[in-house]
């Protein structure tokens, strides 16, 4: 397990994995937007299939993902998904078919009225003729059980069924890698249940940064990031603990009375 101080410098990269074509590589990457730096040297190897991404808001967790998916790019250092170079143009068109990412809010990701339309896109925009991919994405619903979704209005869904919407959409591509951003976030229990169910099906690597420690504490890696610096790299177990134990010695810092000089 990694502890090193916040402002200590990233390099977490597995020594014992040296083939950087595999898997998700940030190398020396330093990012930057307007004079606030996020990330300065940040250096990773990502390849188990689940890693948690943890830390307070604002600490970096959805600027990890916008680099590995290509919506930003650093101002040094590079970028590779499973052999893919984000900065180059020809290499980032192949993106889609690799990596696939679901934002925290799932309105800002759906385009389309309907769950079928919705999912059909998903096909076409890799190249899928449209009747084919129609055809696909209702037989994807029936394989579910869902086949009474296909005309559904999206909105006429709840917060967790456009949740769930999106990650089929993500699902029906078969990236090899998920980015899953904050999805817990705005989901009642019963909602949490199925996504987490969805999750431990998923035969893809999966990238979820979250704030409920509960959904990655069994994951084989959670990657805790505090203000764009490393605080923890290791097993979910012990560093959701480590994280954990930290923000209650915050809180009760925060709490204490001031007292005179």
Request: aromatic fraction near 4%.
């Amino acid at each position: 397990m990694t502890l090193p101080t916040p402002t200590s410098t990233i390099h977490a990269i597995d020594d014992a994995s040296s083939n950087l074509s595999t898997g998700l590589v940030l190398d020396a990457v330093t990012l930057k937007r307007g004079d606030q730096p996020i990330f300065n040297d940040l250096s990773l190897h990502l390849t188990q299939s689940r890693i948690g991404i943890i830390g307070d808001n604002g600490a970096g967790k959805s600027s990890l993902f916008r680099l590995i998916s290509a919506l930003e790019q650093p101002q040094s250092g590079r970028v590779t998904v499973h052999g893919l170079d984000t900065a180059r143009p020809e290499q980032r068109r192949q993106l889609p078919r690799q990596v696939g990412l679901m934002f925290q809010n799932p309105d800002d990701q759906i385009i389309f009225p309907t769950v079928l339309e919705e999912l059909a896109f998903s096909l076409t925009a890799l190249g899928e003729e449209r009747r084919a991919a129609r055809a696909q994405a209702l037989q994807f619903l029936q394989r579910r059980g869902l086949a009474s979704w296909a005309e559904r209005a999206i909105g006429e869904l709840s917060q967790g069924q456009r949740q769930q919407v999106c990650l089929m959409a993500l699902h029906i591509t078969q990236p090899t890698t998920l980015l899953l951003d904050e999805p817990y976030s705005s989901l009642d229990l019963p909602s949490q249940y199925r996504l987490s169910a969805q999750i431990k099906a998923s035969t893809q690597q999966i990238l979820l940064s979250t704030h409920l420690l509960e959904h990655v504490r069994d994951f084989e890696r959670v990657i805790w990031i505090d203000r764009g610096q490393l605080r923890g790299d290791g097993p979910g177990s012990e560093i959701c603990a480590a994280y954990a134990e930290d923000v209650r010695t915050r809180s009760l810092t925060a709490s204490e009375p001031a007292t005179d000089a």
